[in-house]
């Protein structure tokens, strides 16, 4: 049987795309204040990371295949993917700057296995989240074969045990000093990054097995927005996971039991629903309608590096909402029917959360 939608959680996903959305706002002005507040927008892509694991959990079904379940994921994620990265191609020659080989890197969605920054940002910097995505989704099949039949206790244990692995990374590459080498090992390399999604997916596991447990949403919130303030004033081998990653598992535990127990959630309601509906498109497209934006505004004589208070702030919020407007048509034109198109045809599908 079917199991219900999670309507929470796709709301949440623009929360998580808009905390990305300001860490990218900070190339055009904010200085320190803004900076003290949006660094750790890279921790929205983390929040993505156990969403995806937890939905994947959460709809599977025993009697799917490995190869249904690739043709699916591609048929939802690449056809947006690959217009944007012509778009990209396009924003990159009126710029000018001559597009290389390493530009055709997205198109393999490989380029994060290689530990340069050259490659794994190559064509447009939010591409190589979907190096790593691609990664989980081939993972997937094989990681819920062994993990689905886990009891509550084992999975709870495998939840510690990846968190533990998570935090002892950290330590060890802040102690190593960093470098970009350390730097790509634990925030670019799909499998270091597959530990948050495989805490999704036992979250998952441990929802479809009834787990009843049932934390306040309000205080879940709470505590995942202290969790970003503070990765904003922590050392960089600690902010894009660490702080973060067991408070966006509470606030994804939370948001899910909040859905499933009917009670009252905002993140169900219909704009943010709609809005997480068209994150995926948002996180796409909104390096490319920002620079279009900020540009267009130098051009006017209106120069973003001059913007200040109540000036900068509405310009950032121009580029958002452009971004929106943006990710609708994608999401319209692109997404919807691309998916409608390529995914595979069977009687009864499960119900599912569009995650990316």
Same mark, same amino acid.
């Given at each position: 049987?079917?199991?219900?939608r999670l309507?929470?959680?796709?709301?949440?996903?623009?929360?998580?795309?808009?905390?990305?959305?300001?860490?990218?706002?900070l190339?055009?002005?904010?200085? *320190?204040?803004?900076?003290? =507040?949006?660094?750790?927008?890279?921790?929205? /892509?983390?929040?993505?990371?156990?969403?995806?694991?937890?939905?994947?959990?959460?709809?599977?079904?025993?009697?799917?295949t490995?190869v249904l379940?690739?043709?699916?994921?591609?048929?939802?994620?690449?056809?947006?993917?690959a217009? &944007?990265?012509?778009?990209?191609?396009?924003?990159?020659?009126?710029?000018?700057?001559?597009?290389? !080989? /390493?530009?055709?890197?997205?198109?393999t969605?490989?380029?994060?296995?290689?530990?340069?920054?050259t490659?794994y940002?190559? &064509?447009?910097? /939010?591409?190589?989240?979907?190096?790593?995505?691609?990664f989980?989704?081939?993972?997937?099949?094989?990681?819920?074969?062994?993990?689905?039949?886990?009891?509550?206790?084992?999975?709870?244990?495998g939840?510690?045990? =990846?968190?533990?692995?998570?935090?002892?990374?950290?330590l060890?590459?802040?102690?190593?000093?960093?470098?970009?080498?350390?730097?790509? =090992?634990?925030?670019?390399f799909?499998?270091?990054?597959?530990?948050e999604?495989?805490?999704?997916?036992?979250?998952?596991? !441990?929802?479809?097995?009834?787990?009843r447990?049932?934390?306040?949403?309000g205080?879940?919130? *709470?505590?995942?927005?202290?969790a970003? !303030?503070?990765?904003?004033?922590?050392?960089a081998?600690?902010?894009?996971?660490?702080?973060?990653?067991?408070?966006?598992?509470?606030?994804?535990?939370?948001?899910?039991?909040?859905?499933?127990?009917g #009670?009252?959630?905002?993140?169900?309601?219909?704009?943010?629903?709609?809005?997480?509906?068209?994150?995926?498109a948002?996180?796409?497209?909104?390096?490319?309608?920002m620079?279009?934006?900020?540009?267009?505004?130098? #051009?006017?004589g209106?120069v973003?590096?001059?913007?200040?208070?109540?000036? !900068?702030?509405?310009?950032?919020?121009?580029?958002?909402?452009?971004?929106v407007?943006?990710?609708? =048509?994608?999401h319209?034109?692109?997404?919807v029917?691309?998916?409608?198109?390529?995914r595979?045809?069977?009687?009864?599908?499960?119900?599912r959360?569009?995650?990316?």
């Amino acid at each position: 049987m079917p199991r219900p939608r999670l309507d929470s959680l796709t709301g949440l996903r623009f929360v998580a795309a808009l905390a990305v959305f300001g860490l990218h706002a900070l190339n055009y002005g904010g200085g *320190a204040a803004a900076e003290a =507040l949006l660094i750790a927008g890279t921790t929205g /892509v983390s929040f993505f990371f156990i969403v995806s694991g937890f939905v994947m959990s959460w709809t599977a079904r025993d009697d799917d295949t490995a190869v249904l379940f690739y043709r699916r994921r591609f048929a939802r994620v690449y056809p947006a993917y690959a217009v &944007t990265w012509v778009f990209s191609l396009g924003a990159m020659v009126a710029a000018g700057r001559q597009p290389g !080989l /390493v530009d055709l890197a997205p198109l393999t969605l490989l380029q994060s296995w290689v530990p340069s920054e050259t490659v794994y940002w190559a &064509t447009n910097a /939010v591409f190589w989240t979907l190096s790593c995505e691609a990664f989980f989704y081939l993972a997937f099949p094989w990681i819920y074969r062994v993990v689905r039949s886990w009891t509550v206790r084992r999975a709870l244990l495998g939840i510690v045990v =990846l968190v533990v692995a998570v935090e002892l990374l950290a330590l060890a590459v802040w102690g190593a000093g960093g470098g970009p080498i350390l730097h790509w =090992l634990a925030v670019v390399f799909p499998v270091t990054r597959a530990a948050e999604f495989a805490v999704g997916v036992l979250l998952g596991v !441990l929802a479809a097995r009834g787990v009843r447990w049932s934390p306040s949403l309000g205080a879940a919130v *709470a505590v995942a927005g202290g969790a970003f !303030l503070l990765a904003n004033h922590v050392p960089a081998a600690f902010r894009d996971v660490a702080v973060t990653l067991v408070p966006f598992a509470l606030l994804v535990w939370a948001a899910a039991r909040a859905d499933l127990a009917g #009670r009252r959630s905002v993140f169900r309601s219909g704009p943010f629903v709609a809005l997480g509906t068209w994150s995926y498109a948002v996180y796409l497209m909104h390096p490319l309608v920002m620079r279009a934006w900020f540009e267009g505004l130098n #051009r006017a004589g209106i120069v973003h590096s001059e913007l200040t208070g109540v000036g !900068l702030v509405l310009a950032v919020c121009g580029a958002l909402l452009g971004s929106v407007c943006a990710a609708w =048509l994608l999401h319209r034109a692109v997404e919807v029917p691309g998916e409608r198109r390529l995914r595979p045809r069977r009687p009864s599908s499960p119900a599912r959360l569009d995650v990316a």
